[in-house]
């Protein structure tokens, strides 16, 4: 007997291609926006739940496609908060998501790529060799999953849980450029999951020609990943630095659409103990951002099993905050969170790839 090849699944597809899929069974083109509104505005996960629209077309649809989200092969919950869930797409692949919930916001990193090609020595996911791409439904499919998890169907207006979204997850969002655009584009609708450019941030390492594209076409808050102000130290740490040094990166900063509107770029800095975290260090960070509408996010590093670093001390990290301050910059410790449960910035890996499955739990059935 012949398998039937298997239907398509329309969770996550862009208008575009729902348009065309709906084109292909003659449906009428105002279809697109109500199965939109079902998808992304409400959530569903079954045709049957779409009483808009008359029982013969959902029958059709049914029989046709498939509305589904990864599985969740497991959670898990940090003491102050933070969640995380382990996915695992339909080729047996996986990457995580985790929630960050706090006073005024609560924010969703999501995976780009499984695995990651840059092999920061600092990055546990960088231990892990670039598997593949997460295609744009992937990616969406995380803030689908989150909203689920989190009971926020219809997608809210306001009073929201989830309410930003960070590219800071694993992988790096400019080697994976047109699925996280065709990605966020999708989440960026105003009339379906509704976040907005000013609430998301893409985080890169500093891949410099994809970073004007980037800024010119999806508009979103830019993080980089700087952690070094010299170039033979970020080389080590960071070696895409040899391909795109600090002063061109740094250029690339400044034409950074937002940067002329005076929204701040992100510069992250994570704090290791010996090797980056001096006064000289910071003296010299404040002279390199000159000009650049900034922030400086310093990351306490979180440490992972055998990793070849530490983390600064408290007084070292305080002293360096101190100085950027000074300089008019904000310089935020930034609070690690969701460390017991290996979820904190630079920890993520897929737990298949870890050799013991540490804090993860199976998700309740
Ligand atoms: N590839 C992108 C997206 C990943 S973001 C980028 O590099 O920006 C993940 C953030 O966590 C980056 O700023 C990364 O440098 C930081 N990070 C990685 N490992 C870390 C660790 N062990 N402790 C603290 N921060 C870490």
């Known amino acids: 007997m012949r398998e039937e090849p298997p239907a398509r699944n329309l969770a996550g597809l862009g208008r575009a291609e729902l348009a065309a899929e709906l084109a292909s069974l003659g449906a009428e083109p105002f279809r697109v926006r109500q199965l939109w509104h079902w998808i992304y505005h409400r959530g569903a996960c079954d045709f ?6 008359a029982k013969s077309f959902r029958d059709m649809l049914a029989g046709r496609y498939r509305l589904e989200r990864p599985r969740i092969s497991r959670v898990a919950a940090a003491s102050d908060g933070t969640r995380k869930w382990l996915l695992s797409f339909e080729d047996g692949e996986e990457v995580e998501t985790v929630f960050i919930p706090e006073e005024e916001r609560g924010t969703l990193c999501v995976s780009v790529q499984v695995g990651c090609t840059l092999h920061c020595t600092f990055c546990h996911t960088g231990t892990q060799r670039l598997v593949r791409n997460l295609r744009a439904a992937e990616i969406v499919a995380q803030v689908m999953v989150a909203r689920d998890e989190l009971g926020e169907w219809p997608s809210p207006r306001e009073e929201r849980g989830l309410t930003n979204l960070v590219l800071m997850g694993m992988g790096e969002p400019l080697y994976n450029y047109e699925n996280v655009a065709s990605a966020l584009r999708i989440v960026m609708d105003p009339e379906g999951l509704a976040i907005s450019r000013r609430k998301i941030t893409l985080s890169t390492a500093g891949v410099v020609p994809m970073m004007r594209r980037c800024g010119a076409e999806l508009g979103v808050n830019l993080a980089v990943s700087l952690h070094a102000v010299r170039d033979e130290i970020r080389n080590r740490l960071v070696p895409l630095n040899r391909k795109y040094g600090i002063a061109e990166l740094l250029d690339a900063c400044r034409n950074y659409p937002s940067a002329k509107n005076a929204r701040r770029i992100t510069f992250e800095y994570v704090m290791l103990k010996g090797i980056n975290d ?88």
């Not at 049957?48 to 629209?53: G, I, P, R, V």
């Not at 905050?321 to 449960?341: T, W």
């Open 48 to 53: 049957a739940a779409m009483t808009t629209l």
């Open 278 to 365: 001096g006064e000289a260090d910071a003296k010299e960070l404040v002279r390199l951002i000159a000009g650049i509408p900034a922030k400086v996010n310093l990351i306490p590093f979180n440490p992972w099993p055998g990793a070849p670093f530490e983390c600064s001390a408290e007084s070292a990290i305080r002293k360096f905050s101190d100085i950027v301050f000074a300089a008019g910059y904000a310089a935020p410790v930034r609070a690690p969170r969701g460390r017991d449960i290996l979820a904190a910035c630079g920890q993520l890996k897929s737990a298949s790839r870890r050799s013991k499955a540490g804090a993860w739990a199976r998700p309740a059935a």
